[in-house]
């Protein structure tokens, strides 16, 4: 095979695999957010490592599940892994809330820059509109 | 190397290449960081003999605490300035007389603003400002401009949008058929560009905005110049799109602006115009109390209809060039100065309408 052609199958190769897998990972994916705040850091860190641990051990009681015969064990199985699954729901929301109060603090050196500049230009649209209201009145 | 060799080599490569990429965790621009240091979180959690519920529910505790806390501290917050500027200009009445005056501003700036989520901020906003002429009177004029809602959404940090709408009223008191109400609807968007090598953090941002201007008691002209029974109404669309970058503390913007004028006014349609205006501007704190701010711009508009003196078939052009310079400082939390001079010049082919003014003001600022 020429080695043109070893190329666009290396290629496709990664690509399927490169789309494969993000999707894969996204049952363990994490949040985080670039705050300068330690405390919503720290919490979000926590939040998202009980996560992980929430997600190994539903992972766990799956295979679990796989090697149990008894019902009752099976039924035992399927309460904790509801529980687990509650769990997991109610801490993504909290994530997400605490990452939307990180992001409220997000504030870059762009922003500050604009704001300094909004100032002084603030008396400068006065004037221009201050012109125009006199050019305005004399027509 | 023979052809096979170079497979062995370049396939594995390539796998490692097109693979990795898709391990990373995922994220978009800014929100790229650094993994958090989990070695210290882990040092803060709970107790490890503690059964995994229980560690759980102690974040979730904590979590919700810090939330609680953190919604509770968001409280309407209220800032004032209030200007008193003097200034001497060396032709208000734009004409080719060139017969200056001083003139005193009184302004008032109020800024309501009130976190209605982590992301989404409501402002309300009073500008008021009343400027009088030692002796100029005809220019003399109030105006006020409320925004009863203004709303800002930053949903991380790289997009900042807001929207609102501007009531206004301007008020002559010597020219009173030139007052006017004013209902602005406004909507901007900037993107944050993040850092570039060389250049430092760039942005850009489009901003809208249209207004209804409805004058109290001046009647619109038919295209014979007899008054109607209608009064005049004028409509502005406006869109603004600027970019920049702050390098070494210091901003830099570029920003382009079109507006399209109309008027209900058929009197040769002098009021209908296009504008296009370009500007340039260099802002930077020099000390931690002082900073500067120089600008220039080129603006051109073109009236529709508007005829100039002796000739015909050629609507007026006015094109106006305006230098800046500016400074602003801080004696204390409370109290600025902000010394301002301004040269302009309106070049024309309409020769009567031609001028120059320049304006020097110092204004001082109580912020409260």
Request: with cysteine.
């Amino acid at each position: 095979m020429p080695v043109k052609r070893w190329l666009v199958v290396a290629t496709l190769i990664g690509w399927c695999g490169g789309a494969a897998l993000p999707a894969q990972a996204a049952q363990e994916e994490t949040l985080s957010v670039a705050t300068e705040d330690p405390e919503l850091q720290e919490q979000i860190s926590q939040v998202n490592q009980a996560l992980e641990e929430i997600h190994q051990q539903l992972v766990a009681r799956k295979k679990a599940l796989q090697m149990v015969l008894s019902d009752a064990q099976k039924a035992r199985l399927y309460d904790e892994l509801d529980g687990l699954r509650r769990e997991r729901d109610m801490l993504e929301r909290l994530l997400h809330d605490l990452v939307d109060e990180a992001q409220a603090t997000e504030w870059t050196a762009i922003d500050e820059a604009l704001k300094r500049a909004r100032a002084a230009e603030r008396p400068q649209e006065r004037a221009v509109q201050r012109e125009e209201n006199l050019r305005e009145r004399a027509q | 190397m023979n052809g096979r060799n170079r497979l062995r080599i370049l396939l594995p490569a390539l796998l490692v290449f097109f693979l990795l990429p898709a391990g990373r965790q995922s994220g978009i621009g800014w929100a790229q960081e650094p993994e958090p240091d989990r070695e210290s979180a882990q040092k803060e959690r709970p107790e490890p003999s503690a059964s995994t519920q229980e560690v759980v529910a102690a974040i979730k505790r904590r979590a919700q605490q810090i939330l609680e806390e953190r919604r509770k501290a968001r409280r309407l917050r209220v800032s004032w300035d209030l200007s008193q500027l003097v200034g001497y200009e060396s032709n208000p009445a734009n004409s080719p007389d060139h017969v200056g005056d001083t003139y005193l501003e009184q302004s008032l700036y109020g800024v309501f603003s009130k976190k209605l989520t982590p992301t989404v901020t409501w402002q309300g906003i009073y500008s008021g400002s009343y400027d009088n002429y030692l002796e100029y009177g005809d220019g003399d004029y109030m105006s006020h401009t409320l925004t009863p809602a203004k709303f800002l959404w930053q949903p991380g940090r790289m997009w900042r949008v807001d929207a609102g709408v501007d009531l206004n009223i301007t008020y002559y008191p010597r020219s009173k058929p030139s007052n006017y109400r004013e209902v602005k609807p406004f909507i901007g968007v900037r993107q944050n560009l993040g850092e570039l090598p060389r250049i430092g953090s760039v942005f850009h941002s489009v901003r809208y905005e249209w207004f209804v201007r409805d004058y109290i008691s001046k009647k619109a002209r038919n295209g014979a110049g007899a008054e109607t029974l209608s009064k005049r109404v004028d409509t502005r669309s406006r869109l603004r799109y600027e970019m920049g970058t702050t390098w070494k503390e210091t901003l830099l913007k570029i920003r382009q602006e079109w507006y399209f004028h109309e008027s209900n006014d058929e009197r040769n349609d002098f009021y209908d115009a296009q504008d296009y205006k370009v500007a340039f501007s260099v802002n930077r704190p020099l000390t931690k109390k002082l900073s500067a701010n120089a600008s220039y711009s080129f603006e051109r508009k073109n009236y529709t209809h508007r005829p100039v003196t002796g000739i015909t078939g050629e609507a007026r052009y006015d094109d106006t060039q305006t230098w800046t310079l500016a400074g602003a400082y801080e004696f204390n939390r409370t109290w600025s100065f902000s010394p301002s001079f301004s040269y302009k010049f309106l070049d024309s082919n309409e020769p009567t309408g031609e001028y120059v003014d320049t304006t020097i003001s110092g204004a001082v600022t109580a912020r409260f």
